[in-house]
C-alpha cells in the first residue's frame, strides 16, 4: 500500500533561518510526488510535481527535490508569509496526502 | 471567481440531522474529489466523480454517506443522521482531466461541519 510519512510535524524557524522538510515514501510505482501549501482555514495550493529521482523545481524561496525513497522541501531565508502547513501527496489519481509540516517563520 | 466554490463554509447541526455539502468545480472541469479532514490529521480521500458517474468511492464510510455529481448542478457529499465524530473540514477539488496527467488538484476553501 502506497503511504506518505512527513516529518517534522512543526517546525518553528526565525525569518531567514533556512530548513528543511521532508517526505518519505513507499510506493509500487511512483507516478508524480506533489507539495502543496495549505493555509489556516483554507484549501491546499499546488506548489509542485515531481516525477523521478533527481528532478528538481523551485519557487521563490521553495525548491523541492526527489530521490527514490523521500522528497525534500527546502525553504531558503524563510520570510513570515512562508509560514503554512505543506502537504506531500502521492500521485494514484487520487493523491495520498501525507499529515503535513506545519511551519511557523517568526520575524 | 472562477475557482472551486464550497458552500456552506461553516455548518452546524446536532446529532441525528443531516448535512448537505455542495461544490461547483473550477469552470471546464468534469472531475471532483472530496476529501475529509480532521483536526490534526491529514487529507483522507473519500470519493472521485464525474459528471453522472462515481468512479471511486473507496474512501467512504459504507453508511450514512453519498456523493453525486449530476448532469446539471454542483457535486453534493451528504451526511445523514450525524454524529460528532463527523465533525470536521470537508474539501472539495476539481480537474480537468485525471489529476495523474497534470498533477495538480484546486481545491475550494472547504466546509467546516461541526455536530453538536
Known amino acids: 500500500e502506497d503511504q506518505v510519512t512527513q516529518s517534522p510535524e512543526a517546525l518553528r524557524l526565525q525569518e531567514g533561518e533556512s530548513s528543511s522538510l521532508n517526505c518519505s515514501y513507499t510506493?509500487?510505482?511512483?507516478?508524480?510526488l506533489f507539495w502543496y501549501r495549505q493555509d489556516p482555514g483554507k484549501g491546499p495550493e499546488f506548489l509542485f510535481t515531481?516525477?523521478?529521482a533527481g528532478e528538481e523545481k523551485e519557487k521563490e524561496r521553495l525548491k523541492a527535490t526527489l530521490t527514490k525513497k523521500e522528497s525534500f522541501l527546502h525553504i531558503t531565508a524563510p520570510k513570515p508569509e512562508d509560514s503554512a502547513t505543506y502537504l506531500c501527496?502521492?500521485?494514484?489519481?487520487?493523491?495520498?496526502f501525507g499529515a503535513g509540516t506545519t511551519v511557523t517563520v517568526r520575524a | 471567481n472562477a475557482g472551486v466554490m464550497q458552500n456552506p463554509r461553516h455548518l452546524v447541526r446536532r446529532r441525528g440531522q443531516e448535512a448537505r455539502l455542495r461544490c461547483s468545480p473550477m469552470?471546464?472541469?468534469?472531475?471532483v474529489y472530496w476529501y475529509r479532514q480532521l483536526p490534526e490529521e491529514g487529507l483522507k480521500f473519500m470519493v472521485y466523480?464525474?459528471?453522472?458517474?462515481?468512479?471511486?468511492e473507496s474512501g467512504m464510510p459504507k453508511e450514512r454517506f453519498s456523493a453525486e455529481f449530476p448532469k446539471e448542478g454542483p457535486s453534493i457529499l451528504r451526511i445523514q443522521q450525524v454524529v460528532r465524530g463527523d465533525s470536521a473540514a470537508y474539501f472539495c477539488?476539481?480537474?480537468?482531466?485525471?489529476?495523474?496527467?497534470?498533477?495538480?488538484?484546486?481545491f475550494g476553501e472547504g466546509s467546516r461541519l461541526t455536530v453538536l
Open positions: 477539488a476539481s480537474s480537468q482531466g485525471l489529476s495523474s496527467n497534470t498533477g495538480e488538484l484546486f
Open positions: 510506493v509500487s510505482g511512483l507516478r508524480g
Open positions: 515531481l516525477y523521478s
Open positions: 501527496a502521492l500521485n494514484d489519481y487520487k493523491l495520498s
Open positions: 469552470k471546464g472541469h468534469s472531475h
Open positions: 466523480l464525474q459528471k453522472e458517474n462515481i468512479i471511486d
